[in-house]
């Protein structure tokens, strides 16, 4: 009976001294302290926000799209709007809203000069409209034919060219401020005019005629 006390007691203190030696060993220590090093660096994962990504700038409000459906249908009205003046027609005269303008400015010089204002003249608008597209091939008061502008119309008394120019306002002001136009411009003898733009896709692009009448 005491043997096997003793026997019970030295089995008792082996697994003791298993356990210990188990514990106190260098691979626990090293399995505790990765446990513990993994256990921070996920503790110190969650403390770091989740980065935002931001959504495509082309549709935010304040960095609008290079295909922005407003700014391009603004830039078309624009557009469209200069392109009216060079082709819709005054049905009154039979010319175009720019060609109107300048005939408008001219009456309007005329008369703040106290000069009686011109009538509109279709018979010289065909005239200067021949003479606009012809200035395309010779910027001249000569056609291209080699004969006088003259020779255009029997009802035309003096005529004013110009080239280049976009507007009725640029085009007005470079004859009015030119002597010899302006003097066509302001003539009392003068009673008719017509003016015609021609368009082209290259060059010059504005070709004017101006023409006075009886």
């Known amino acids: 009976m005491k043997k096997v006390v ?18 106190f060993s260098p691979s626990n220590a090293s399995k505790k302290k990765s446990a513990k090093s993994t256990a921070s660096i996920d503790a110190s994962k969650s403390l770091i926000p989740e980065p935002k990504i931001p959504g495509n700038l082309d549709f935010n409000p304040k960095y609008p799209s290079s295909t922005n459906l407003d700014k391009d249908s603004s830039k078309k009205k624009k557009t469209d709007t200069q392109d009216e003046k060079y082709t819709k027609i005054i049905p009154e005269y039979g010319c175009t809203q720019i060609e109107y303008e300048v005939f408008q400015k001219m009456n309007n010089a005329r008369s703040q000069a106290g000069l009686s204002t011109l009538t509109w003249s279709d018979e010289l608008y065909r005239a200067a409209s021949i003479r606009s597209a012809e200035l395309v091939n010779k910027r ?3 056609r291209p034919n080699g004969s006088s502008c ?38 009392p003898k003068n009673e008719t005019m017509a003016v015609s733009l021609h368009l082209t ?10 023409i006075f009448g009886y």
């Not at 060059?203 to 005629?209: E, L, P």
């Open 201 to 210: 896709n290259d060059g010059y692009k504005y070709y004017w005629i101006n």
């Open 6 to 23: 003793i026997l019970t007691i030295s089995i008792m203190l082996i697994c003791i001294l298993v356990l210990v030696h188990n514990f």
């Open 150 to 187: 003259f020779t255009v119309s029997d009802a035309m008394r003096s005529e004013n060219l110009a080239y280049g120019y976009s507007t009725s306002d640029k085009v007005f002001n470079s004859w009015i401020n030119s002597p010899g136009h302006h003097d066509n411009i302001m003539n």
């Open 140 to 142: 001249s008061h000569t």
